[in-house]
């Protein structure tokens, strides 16, 4: 019942994600803590320093706005600090950007976030985070599965302490998690330039844990979304997606506002929309702010993409001779690559991304102050940056579907996928990736096809010239269970 995804474990409430299982899964986290902090023990150079205390483990925890989901962090904080490892727990929701950022500054063991991120309220989970501010590793992931196995297959009869006795013991200690963070922002980008130009913004908080993060900016903006709604109102789930934005989009457009962003419900993810109330998606955003750093910052290093990003990447790192890395889709690939080379940026096409100006991880907040600073630097609006992306490249268009379907129509597209085909409707294939799915290119376009490995959906990716073209692609791929 207790399956890990991409950086943690996430599922429905009462049903699977329940106070016993979360209990051995953060008795799991807590083992494998103490297994780095010994290794670390042994490897570091002996010191010349008395110590008369010894230096224990710890971890940094936080939670989101969703429904239990301080309550599940309490008990969390109280069966890691039961194993002798120190919880430095936030006093007060936290986006995952900022667990990841303080995990990093305090040199935790790891870090956890109580969150379901995008998906709908009747989901939570449990993120794991490196000692490096960023997703946890494959590598990490899998050891925490391993103590994960043996723990269920044999239930400890696990007696806690009342959780103030570990607060007073000091073995959780509450910390102030967004000021540190904020300072960053500040250090890191021109936010001084960005107020003086007076844009006026429309930020939705979608219900999510970015609130009270961006007020301290002081900008000359209008929140929506911006109370606790554990059930996240008429959005169904907190993702910063199209057609979740419409009511953000209806209010930049009427309100003549300039720009208007939105982040998902654990802020690590951030969706646009321009001065017409238009949707920018990930794709565009990525390359405006890569152009940024290469043609104005004058900044240089590998970058960073998933399968399913846009091929204008590609185009621009050929044309700028930059080191281009294509992973699989998931943002704890681009982390593991920052982490071994000079990246200068890495995303993926859901609305992630990260530089080299910040932490290895997907921050919404501080990427939209980060296209906030080109707007104001190189004084052009949003609609105006993705106007000149389609001068310089030509249309690039971008859809994404997540289709729920049965078992059997799952495994008869993906058998179709595998068996190989040499067309998508009409359109020749002129190559084929399968880095992650089946990604098939045609002439001026391509569709990718990815299934879910923890729901019955199956997800469909298409890029071409026009937004027509694009739905077509998608709509030939479906039919391949049908062939």
Same mark, same amino acid.
């Given at each position: 019942m207790?399956k890990?995804g991409?950086?943690?474990?996430?599922?429905?409430?009462?049903?699977d994600?329940?106070?016993?299982?979360i209990?051995?899964?953060?008795?799991?986290?807590?083992?494998?803590?103490?297994?780095?902090a010994?290794?670390?023990?042994?490897?570091?150079?002996?010191?010349?320093?008395?110590?008369t205390?010894?230096?224990l483990p710890?971890?940094?925890?936080?939670?989101?706005?969703?429904?239990?989901?301080k309550?599940?962090?309490?008990?969390?904080?109280?069966? &890691?600090?039961?194993?002798?490892?120190v919880?430095?727990?936030?006093?007060d929701?936290?986006?995952?950007?900022q667990?990841s950022?303080?995990?990093?500054? =305090?040199?935790?063991?790891?870090g956890?976030?109580?969150?379901?991120?995008?998906?709908?309220?009747?989901?939570?989970?449990?993120?794991?985070?490196?000692? $490096?501010?960023?997703?946890a590793?494959?590598?990490?992931?899998?050891?925490?599965? @391993?103590?994960?196995?043996?723990?269920v297959? =044999?239930?400890?009869?696990?007696?806690?302490?009342?959780?103030?006795?570990?607060?007073?013991?000091?073995?959780?200690?509450?910390f102030?998690?967004?000021?540190?963070?904020?300072?960053?922002i500040?250090?890191? &980008?021109?936010?001084?330039?960005?107020?003086d130009?007076?844009?006026?913004?429309?930020?939705?908080?979608?219900?999510?844990?970015?609130?009270?993060?961006?007020?301290?900016?002081?900008?000359?903006?209008?929140?929506?979304?911006?109370?606790?709604?554990?059930?996240?109102?008429n959005?169904?789930?907190?993702?910063?997606?199209?057609?979740?934005?419409?009511?953000?989009?209806?209010?930049?457009?009427?309100?003549?506002?300039?720009?208007?962003?939105?982040?998902d419900g654990?802020?690590?993810?951030?969706?646009?929309?321009?001065h017409?109330?238009? $949707?920018v998606?990930?794709?565009?955003?990525?390359?405006?702010?890569?152009?940024?750093f290469v043609?104005?910052k004058k900044k240089?290093?590998?970058?960073v993409?998933?399968?399913?990003?846009?091929?204008?990447?590609?185009?621009?790192?050929?044309?700028?001779?930059?080191?281009?890395?294509?992973?699989?889709?998931g943002?704890?690939?681009?982390?593991?690559?920052?982490?071994?080379?000079?990246?200068?940026?890495?995303?993926?096409?859901?609305?992630?991304?990260?530089?080299?100006?910040? &932490?290895?991880?997907?921050?919404?907040?501080?990427?939209?102050?980060?296209?906030?600073e080109v707007?104001?630097?190189?004084?052009?609006?949003?609609?105006?940056?993705?106007?000149?992306?389609?001068?310089?490249?030509?249309?690039?268009r971008?859809m994404?579907r997540?289709?729920?379907?049965s078992q059997?129509?799952?495994d008869?597209?993906?058998?179709?996928? @595998?068996?190989?085909i040499?067309?998508i409707?009409?359109?020749?294939? &002129?190559?084929?990736?399968?880095?992650?799915?089946?990604?098939?290119?045609?002439?001026?376009g391509?569709?990718?096809?990815?299934?879910?490995?923890?729901?019955?959906?199956?997800?469909?990716?298409?890029?071409s010239?026009?937004?027509?073209?694009?739905?077509?692609?998608?709509?030939?791929?479906?039919?391949?269970?049908k062939?």
């Amino acid at each position: 019942m207790i399956k890990f995804g991409t950086d943690g474990w996430r599922a429905e409430i009462a049903r699977d994600f329940t106070f016993e299982n979360i209990r051995y899964v953060a008795l799991a986290t807590a083992k494998y803590i103490l297994q780095i902090a010994e290794i670390k023990q042994k490897n570091k150079p002996p010191s010349k320093a008395k110590r008369t205390r010894p230096i224990l483990p710890s971890c940094v925890v936080g939670y989101d706005t969703r429904f239990l989901s301080k309550e599940f962090a309490y008990e969390v904080a109280m069966v &890691i600090a039961s194993q002798g490892v120190v919880v430095h727990l936030t006093d007060d929701f936290a986006s995952t950007p900022q667990v990841s950022f303080n995990t990093k500054q =305090k040199g935790a063991n790891l870090g956890i976030v109580i969150t379901a991120s995008h998906n709908p309220a009747q989901y939570n989970g449990f993120k794991i985070k490196g000692t $490096f501010g960023g997703p946890a590793t494959p590598e990490q992931i899998e050891a925490v599965e @391993q103590e994960l196995k043996k723990i269920v297959a =044999k239930p400890p009869n696990l007696k806690l302490l009342p959780f103030d006795d570990y607060v007073e013991q000091k073995m959780i200690k509450f910390f102030e998690h967004r000021e540190p963070y904020i300072r960053t922002i500040k250090k890191k &980008i021109d936010v001084d330039a960005i107020s003086d130009a007076n844009h006026k913004i429309v930020f939705d908080m979608m219900y999510g844990a970015g609130m009270k993060s961006v007020e301290p900016l002081q900008l000359n903006a209008t929140f929506i979304h911006n109370e606790i709604n554990p059930l996240f109102g008429n959005l169904g789930h907190p993702e910063p997606i199209a057609e979740n934005l419409t009511e953000l989009s209806h209010i930049v457009k009427t309100g003549n506002y300039d720009v208007g962003f939105a982040f998902d419900g654990d802020a690590d993810r951030l969706g646009a929309v321009d001065h017409l109330g238009n $949707f920018v998606d990930s794709q565009k955003i990525f390359m405006i702010l890569l152009k940024y750093f290469v043609e104005v910052k004058k900044k240089r290093g590998a970058v960073v993409k998933t399968v399913s990003l846009t091929s204008m990447v590609d185009k621009y790192c050929e044309m700028k001779k930059l080191d281009l890395i294509e992973t699989p889709v998931g943002f704890k690939y681009i982390a593991e690559n920052m982490n071994k080379t000079s990246v200068l940026i890495g995303g993926e096409e859901s609305g992630g991304l990260a530089t080299n100006l910040h &932490i290895p991880e997907r921050d919404g907040i501080f990427n939209a102050m980060l296209l906030l600073e080109v707007m104001t630097v190189r004084n052009k609006s949003l609609s105006e940056l993705c106007n000149e992306l389609d001068k310089e490249f030509g249309a690039y268009r971008f859809m994404r579907r997540d289709k729920i379907v049965s078992q059997k129509v799952k495994d008869a597209i993906l058998n179709a996928a @595998q068996k190989g085909i040499t067309k998508i409707g009409k359109d020749d294939i &002129i190559k084929t990736n399968t880095k992650d799915g089946y990604k098939f290119y045609v002439n001026n376009g391509w569709v990718l096809i990815r299934a879910s490995g923890t729901e019955p959906l199956i997800r469909f990716y298409a890029e071409s010239d026009s937004i027509g073209r694009v739905a077509e692609l998608i709509n030939e791929a479906e039919k391949l269970g049908k062939m």
